[in-house]
């Protein structure tokens, strides 16, 4: 006699959806998470006042693993929806579906990995926070280009205008990091000292230190040629990890250039 297939069950014996998901159901089960006070908390963490990097941002009051949650209902996110998802105002239904993406494009076929990843450039400019960015960019743009490769699409996000393209740049090497090869990293590192923003200054210094984890010597010789031009932040990301001594050295006259100061305008 035949054994008919049983679909996989959730946690709590819900079936995962037999049909692909619509945006309207995933925003539904995502709702039903809020909570006004950590929104209001979200809200500041991540800069959502005018003039600050996440201005105009809105939040439910999701937590990442709530959300990672929601998702797990939902194995397979067609890009379609996707698209609907990250054109979302709320700063949670992005996230979701930056979760959904990068484990779709972990289990996928070549060909939907290449699918999932220029849909991914197409959209970046709805992957606009930090976080959102941290999450996804090493999991789909890293994970896409070999180790060492892929400089044009590299290049063409570390020179754009948008802070989060040069964002996703630079945190994408450290899918390649992982790999034991931090060319790309090096190469971004030193194109990024001049660049305005802390949080690229952040973002350099944290994949810097990354390399220094599996090469110091790599590190320290990136910290000879480019210490003193370094911003103070990107330095101290990078050298966190070094012994006392050492970070006061790399912070003395050998380099470590702080940032411009912002001066009241006068009136």
């Given amino acids: 006699m035949a054994v008919r297939s049983r679909r996989p069950v ?7 959806p037999s049909s692909p998901p619509t945006a309207a159901e995933i925003l539904h089960a995502l709702s039903r998470h809020a909570d006004p006070a950590q929104a209001r908390i979200l809200s500041r963490f991540f800069k959502t006042g005018p003039g600050e990097y996440g201005a105009g941002d809105t939040f439910w009051g999701i937590r990442v693993p709530q959300v990672r949650a929601v998702m797990t209902r939902y194995p397979h996110l067609p890009l379609s929806v996707a698209a609907e998802l990250l054109a979302s105002p709320i700063h949670e239904v992005r996230l979701a579906a930056l979760v ?12 939907e990995r290449t699918a999932i990843f220029d849909f991914y450039l197409a959209h970046t400019g709805r992957i606009n926070n930090w976080d959102l960015v941290d999450l996804s960019a090493p999991n789909i743009v890293g994970s896409h280009l070999p180790p060492g490769k892929g400089r044009r699409v590299l290049g063409r996000l570390a020179r754009s205008a948008n802070l989060w393209e040069r964002r996703i740049a630079m945190v994408a090497t450290l899918a390649h990091i992982r790999q034991g090869n931090w060319a790309n990293t090096l190469w971004l590192a030193e194109t990024f000292l001049r660049d305005s923003e802390d949080l690229m200054h952040k973002a350099s210094g944290w994949m810097l230190r990354e390399v220094g984890k599996r090469d110091a010597a790599a590190l320290r010789e990136f910290l000879a040629a480019h210490a003193v031009q370094m911003p103070r932040t990107m330095l101290r990301y990078a050298i966190e990890r070094f012994p006392p001594a050492e970070r006061r050295h790399w912070l003395s006259h050998k380099g470590g250039r702080p940032e411009k100061a912002h001066r009241p305008r006068k009136t």
């Fill in 10 to 16: 959730l946690p709590g014996n819900q079936q995962l």
């Fill in 100 to 111: 959904a993406l990068a484990r779709d494009y972990e289990r996928g076929s070549p060909a």
